[in-house]
């Protein structure tokens, strides 16, 4: 008989957002003529650049050409959007990263997911909570998590490092050895950010220890501050320990597109394996490249009618993210993130769980939002809200949440 991964048995119920949207098309069903706006899943809503959809429509007339036909391409990512990954996002600021060590990808989710095939079982991972679950659960099925507490809602062997009001959401540097640390900023969910000077000490806790540093820098775009760094590696000591997480999807609307890539330093080695190496090797054997289309749109994202285009998507979310930072502030809520960040994250009225405040919004507000113990228990008592949402519609649901909390 064929046996199974028992570590997927091990995994809690569902989903966060597969409960969330549940909840709500529960909601909608049996509330037919309410208007429910959401500002739950954070999910990109304004169309695609102008740019990218002409440097696609141009790929696909490409593909149908005898002389530009492209087959597989190469896994690692073409030339054309390595070159240009590595001259605007990194040598730009500063930073130098060559094009072989950066490897584009179908999404972020998926690298930080499938990053773990390189590191052995027995390594000590440590997370932020609350914590973008793909983190944690990636880890579980891969049998470094141990077992689930459904009671402390946590795994016996994830380190887990509080992120609360009372640390501004930045975790302290383990007081103990940890192997691999998950650090997400600006950060989903909390929309926290560290300074080049926070972050500093956690390079150097990395390379002292041997651990890794798996940085996800999804959400950089929205950093407005400068004192934020946009990469780890303007971290000096950073390029010997660190792999870094990037995504299209939030920086220029790829959510449904899908485009992202990770950073694999050639300088950084762990247990007598070269990290590049093994990562060239996962993704040679795994994976047979993003879509020549996509890469082509993905590129266009760097020409400077490109660049124009993204910052006014960018400054339209920051936008709704400033409307809901003062709309939930005038309502009497503690609120955090939402300035270097899509997300906004706040505290529960009087004490109250996550997923009651969430129930309560849904049903008098008619607003569907993120619990935040969906995070981790940390993020009980908080909840999050994106700034994805239609300008207007996130108006309209920061007043109808004032209203009900007045
Ligand atoms: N990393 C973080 C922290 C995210 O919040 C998300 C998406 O919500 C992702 C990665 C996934 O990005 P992608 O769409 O590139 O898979």
């Keep these: ?69 492209k087959g597989y391409g190469p896994e690692q990512g073409y030339d054309f959007l390595r070159n240009a990954i590595s001259e605007h996002d990194y040598h730009a600021r500063g930073v130098s990263i060559a094009p072989d060590e950066i490897f584009v990808s179908d999404g972020a989710k998926s690298d930080c997911g499938n990053i773990g095939d390189i590191f052995g079982l027995n390594n000590v991972v440590a997370v932020c909570d609350p914590v973008y679950p793909v ?44 192997d691999i640390i998950y650090l997400c900023f600006p950060n989903n969910p909390t929309g926290a950010v560290i300074t080049r000077e926070q972050l500093k000490p956690w390079v150097d806790y990395a390379n002292e220890n041997g651990a890794v540093i798996l940085y996800d820098s999804a959400y950089e775009a929205f950093i ?8 780890i590696y303007e971290i000096e000591g950073a390029k010997t320990c660190a792999i870094e997480f990037r995504s299209y999807s939030k920086t220029a609307g790829f959510t449904g597109t899908r485009c992202a890539y990770t950073v694999v330093p050639k300088e950084l080695e762990r247990d007598g394996g070269n990290l590049n190496f093994l990562w060239n090797r996962r993704q040679c054997t795994k994976f047979n490249g993003v879509p020549y289309i996509v890469q082509k749109g993905a590129a266009a994202i760097y020409s400077e009618q490109g660049q124009k285009e993204i910052k006014e998507v960018i400054a339209y979310y920051q936008q709704n993210a400033k409307v809901i930072r003062s709309g939930l502030t005038e309502a009497g809520l503690s609120v955090f993130g939402g300035v270097n960040s899509p997300y906004v994250w706040c505290k529960t009225p009087g004490g109250m769980d996550s997923w009651s405040f969430f129930d309560q919004l849904l049903h008098e507000a008619n607003v569907v939002t993120t619990p935040g113990s969906g995070f981790g228990p940390s993020g009980q008592g908080y909840l999050r809200m994106t700034a994805f949402g239609d300008a207007d519609a996130t108006k309209e649901a920061v007043e109808r949440v004032k209203k009900i909390l007045q």
């Design 1 to 69: 008989m064929a046996t199974i991964n028992q570590n997927y048995l091990k995994l809690p119920g569902s989903y966060l957002f597969s409960e969330v949207a549940r909840r709500a098309a529960a909601y909608a069903q049996a509330n037919p003529e309410k208007r429910l706006i959401k500002l739950g899943i954070g999910d990109a809503t304004r169309p695609l650049p102008s740019v990218v959809l002409k440097a696609m429509h141009d790929a696909v007339d490409e593909m149908g050409h005898l002389d530009t036909f």
């Design 135 to 178: 983190y944690v659960d990636t880890n579980a099925m891969a049998g470094r998590a141990g077992d689930y507490s459904e009671e402390l809602g946590k795994w016996s062997k994830l380190y887990y490092m509080p992120c609360v009001a009372e640390n501004g959401f930045t975790p302290a540097i383990p007081n103990c050895k940890v």
């Design 224 to 231: 407005v501050d400068d004192d934020i760094p946009h990469t």
